[in-house]
């Protein structure tokens, strides 16, 4: 095959219907089906060089890309005095310096036969989180590999994500054959070792799902046309290929599954639920259940912009308006009656760790799942995968591109099926699953990045065993035996600030006063319930998870709790504010300057921190995030300790809790 292939001046060929009849090509161009795939493997196996020469033969780079593209060949390209098609995708100034794809660069395009949207995914270990992006929508996935380097531990991961994010379509691509004399005994050897790969470690995909094939992105053989120089091989170009594979919706066959967007309520004659199908099919008269609630109903009407349907399909966005006036709001979903979701609010799941910081066991998240968005936590990884050699090893944590599987905990019911291809254990056989209720993201709550994603295997069969018992004598009952209520004051602050001593002086004077209380030392409490934990951002995590629990239960029981822990993260304070009631948490910022705590030391702890001695030590070698809004803030480099004490007790009757 020629490697320099002239398009027309519109780049559009001159027989395309275009040119015929404009309207039925919009029309046929309207009604063509759509294939979403991603390009993956090794560094430098030629990714976006692919892309480019599919653009580029596929008379689809317009005369201004085109002439950008020979400046920048010229000047920042790597194949001489050639085109450089990689440039037409990598447009990150790091990228056209090193040479190399970092973020994900998706391209639309469109053939005769179908329309494209094609994602560009970095090859560099430390970018897997992009990689995992790019591949989370697609349909087929082409994973190139380098003819003279064979496979290679990046193969390995990138087929390992491509199964575990559902792909089921696979074209193993072995590039750069012109460098190896278009040698079929080389393609031959890869292919079989390929094939070892994937029946070793188990990928689910077989066969059938995997297309071998040879070509050299940078001439051109076997991108658009047979190539002459691999006689040999009897398949299909790469174009054509993706023209015709047939990719099976799975949706399609799910039962019916529309998370709630929006209640469109525009008069008082209309109230209809907005949203996208995700799984099924719906038609007016279907019964339909509406989770986490149950509530039933039937379809009355399917209400698009064009009109009434008299059928939806996943992929469409309609509104359905019901027969019933039932209670549904946005995150809730509206599912098939005789194929509802499950409900549960823990479950087990792949993690895949995308932030800088590692993940914290115990650290209270968002999990934005469809439409919903919960409080979750993250239990201590079962065991981290590793996606080079597909091991599970031991993990306390996760870090930036990890992927672990853990147990999470929400804050409420959600429905979800699991994701496609983990329908893992009994209570899921013969589940389709489904990406849109299997898959979420992780968000941090102070920042409100991204830091994680997942995918959702089952529901913890304590899940559904355990529920709450009711009682008799609940949290008022108990607090008016103390003619007080209850509340917890969490002091926070360095060590040495004063926390200990103003709790203590604050137990006293309401002791003196008839209110029932109790005081939580951090020290104290790492002697028993804690005694197991360090002094890792881990540790300290749950070091507070564990006392927001215990106090949650000692102002259950009617108590004013005093809690003093330096509790240096803000998530984690927060997390003890949302375990009880509005009013009854009061933020007590114990303020002291480093110089003036580092110089009080009352037990030697800053000496030890400098001397290296002991290491994760808070205002040293490990971070404090001071209070941006405490309710009472007390300096005391300027307070005594009994006038701090005093400012805390006001509090308490300032907001009621004391008389």
């Known amino acids: 095959m020629a490697d320099t292939v002239t398009p027309t001046s519109a780049g559009t060929p001159a027989d395309s219907p275009i040119a015929e009849d ?22 430098d196996d030629g990714k976006s060089t692919l892309i480019g020469r599919l653009l580029y033969e596929s008379h689809l780079v317009f005369e201004d890309h085109l002439a950008a593209l020979e400046v920048d060949s010229a000047k920042v390209g790597t194949q001489g005095a050639d085109l450089d098609f990689a440039l037409l995708l990598d447009g990150l100034a790091a990228e056209r310096e090193q040479g190399i794809t970092i973020d994900v660069a998706y391209r639309f395009f469109t053939t005769e036969k179908r329309k494209f949207i094609v994602a560009d995914t970095p090859g560099h270990e430390q970018y897997t989180r992009n990689m995992v992006t790019g591949a989370s929508t697609a349909d087929v996935a082409i994973i190139l590999v380098d003819a003279r380097k064979g496979v290679l531990t990046q193969t390995r991961r990138h087929s390992y994500l491509v199964s575990l994010l559902g792909i089921r379509k696979v074209v193993v691509a072995i590039n750069k054959m012109d460098l190896v004399d278009y040698s079929q005994e080389t393609y031959d050897q890869i292919r079989s070792e390929y094939l070892d790969f994937t029946a070793k470690v188990g990928l689910g995909l077989g066969e059938d799902d995997i297309t071998f094939l040879p070509l050299s992105a940078l001439k051109g053989d076997n991108v658009t046309d047979p190539s002459d120089n691999m006689a040999w091989y009897d398949g299909l170009p790469l174009m054509p290929f993706l023209e015709s594979v047939e990719v099976d919706d799975l949706r399609s066959d799910q039962p019916f599954r529309m998370p709630v967007q929006w209640v469109n309520r525009p008069n008082l004659d209309f109230r209809g639920f907005s949203g996208a199908i995700v799984g099924g099919t719906i038609r007016p008269g279907d019964s339909i259940r509406v989770l986490p609630s149950g509530t039933t109903s039937t379809v009355d009407r399917i209400v ?37 979701a499950e409900v549960a609010d823990q479950f087990e799941a792949h993690v895949i760790w995308m932030h800088e910081d590692e993940m914290l066991p115990g650290r209270p998240y968002l999990m934005k799942i469809g439409t919903r968005t919960v409080g979750v936590t993250i239990d201590d990884p079962k065991y981290r995968v590793d996606v080079n050699t597909m091991e599970h090893l031991a993990a306390d944590t996760l870090a930036l591109n990890e992927i672990g599987v ?79 209520k209850p509340a917890v004051v969490w002091l926070t602050g360095l060590s040495g600030a004063g926390k200990s001593t103003i709790a203590n002086i604050v137990e006293s004077k309401l002791h003196t006063m008839g209110v029932r209380t109790y005081l939580l030392d951090g020290d104290n409490v790492r002697h028993g319930l804690n005694r197991d934990l360090g002094f890792t951002d881990a540790d300290r995590v749950e070091n507070i998870r564990r006392i927001a629990e215990v106090s949650a239960l000692m102002v259950d029981a009617g108590l004013v709790v005093l809690v003093s822990f330096i509790s240096p993260f803000r998530a984690e304070r927060r997390l ?10 009061i933020e007590v910022h114990v303020d002291a300057p480093l110089a003036v705590a580092e110089a ?50 006001a509090a308490l009757r300032s907001n009621g809790t004391i008389d």
């Not at 599912?335 to 509802?340: I, L, Q, R, V």
């Not at 003890?576 to 948490?585: I, K, L, P």
């Not at 995030?625 to 803030?633: G, N, W």
């Open 576 to 585: 003890a504010r949302d375990r009880v009631a509005d009013g009854e948490f």
């Open 304 to 340: 698009t912009m064009d009109g009434d349907l008299d059928v939806a399909v996943a992929g469409q966005s309609v509104t359905l308006t019901l027969a019933d006036e039932i209670d549904a709001s946005r995150g809730d979903v509206i599912c098939a009656g005789d194929a509802p």
């Open 406 to 484: 853990c147990n999470i905990g929400l804050d409420r019911p959600i429905p979800f099926d699991p994701y496609p291809g983990l329908a893992i254990g009994e209570r899921n056989a013969g589940q389709p699953g489904n990406r849109e209720t299997g898959g979420f993201i992780i968000i941090d709550k102070l920042t409100q990045n991204t830091v994680g994603a997942g995918l959702l295997h089952f529901a913890l069969r304590r899940s559904g065993n355990i529920h709450w018992q009711d009682v008799r004598v609940d949290k008022d009952a108990r607090s008016a035996l103390g003619n007080h």
């Open 22 to 43: 404009v309207a039925d090509y919009l029309e046929s161009n309207q009604n063509k089906s759509m294939l979403r795939f991603i390009t993956c493997g090794s560094v």
């Open 600 to 649: 009080r030391d009352p037990k030697g702890l800053y000496a030890k921190a400098r001397a290296g001695d002991l290491s994760n030590f808070t205002g040293i070698d490990s971070a404090y995030e001071a209070p941006e809004h405490p309710d009472v803030h007390v300096d005391t480099d300027a307070l005594s300790a009994e006038e701090s004490a005093d400012r805390i007790i």
